[in-house]
């Protein structure tokens, strides 16, 4: 079974540039979560999707921040424009939402906007 | 709010045994994940506990007290491997609903 994977593994960009990040998360799993980790600090929530719908977006950071999942398969989080503040690893997440059910993590997306 | 509290970086012998500490504060329990992050990797999913008590699993147990906000991870037969990041995170939502709350991770370095 492929695991979750997460594209690209690392993205230099600028200050006003746009990021694509993709997830593809575990083959049947309903549930997709991205989390942010930026440097010094804990994982942190950013919004979970069921299929594709959005489940709950409450740790989105601002609205230059878009999450997507057409499709109910994988999923997009696109930054426009970027900001320094955005710079971190960007962590993608499924779970299959069966019984407790834990988080299968991607390896992340390390994010640096200069 | 949420706070979960873990020591910042351990170290330990090879062949020893080392026990990670994680008390948390929050608004909601559904249960209590510790997770191993060896750097530049994906955080993989190493325990549960929703009932006070141990579990047990190979080298690994993992113990919760529900009514004290306190958890730990501990870790026998240490090998230079174990080396990583081991995070505590509290599920706050329903079953089937993983969204969680993250410690700031525990640096553990085993030496030979």
């Known amino acids: 079974e492929a695991g979750v994977t997460q594209f690209p593994s690392h993205s230099v960009i600028e200050k006003g540039q746009t990021v694509t990040l993709r997830c593809d998360p575990i083959s049947g799993h309903d549930n997709l979560y991205w989390y942010r980790r930026v440097m010094g600090k804990e994982i942190k929530f950013l919004l979970h999707f069921v299929k594709e719908s959005k489940q709950d977006e409450s740790g989105m950071p601002n609205n230059r921040f878009l999450a997507e999942r057409t499709g109910g398969t994988y999923s997009t989080l696109k930054v426009q424009p970027a900001e320094l503040e955005d710079s971190g690893v960007y962590f993608c997440?499924?779970?299959?939402?069966?019984?407790?059910?834990?988080?299968?993590f991607g390896n992340g997306t390390r994010l640096t906007v200069t | 709010g949420q706070n979960i509290d873990q020591p910042t970086e351990m170290t330990a012998t090879e062949g020893a045994i080392v026990q990670i500490n994680c008390t948390y504060q929050t608004s909601g329990f559904n249960g209590l994940f510790w997770y191993q992050q060896h750097a530049g990797e994906a955080p993989t999913f190493l325990s549960y506990?929703?009932?006070?008590g141990l579990e047990e699993k190979g080298r690994f147990s993992s113990f919760l007290s529900r009514s004290k906000g306190y958890s730990y991870l501990l870790l026998k037969e240490l090998q230079m491997k174990d080396s990583a990041s081991y995070l505590c995170a509290v599920r706050d939502g329903g079953v089937g609903y993983s969204t969680l709350t993250f410690g700031k991770g525990t640096m553990l370095l085993v030496s030979p």
């Open positions: 997440a499924s779970s299959s939402g069966q019984g407790f059910s834990p988080l299968h």
């Open positions: 506990n929703v009932l006070d």
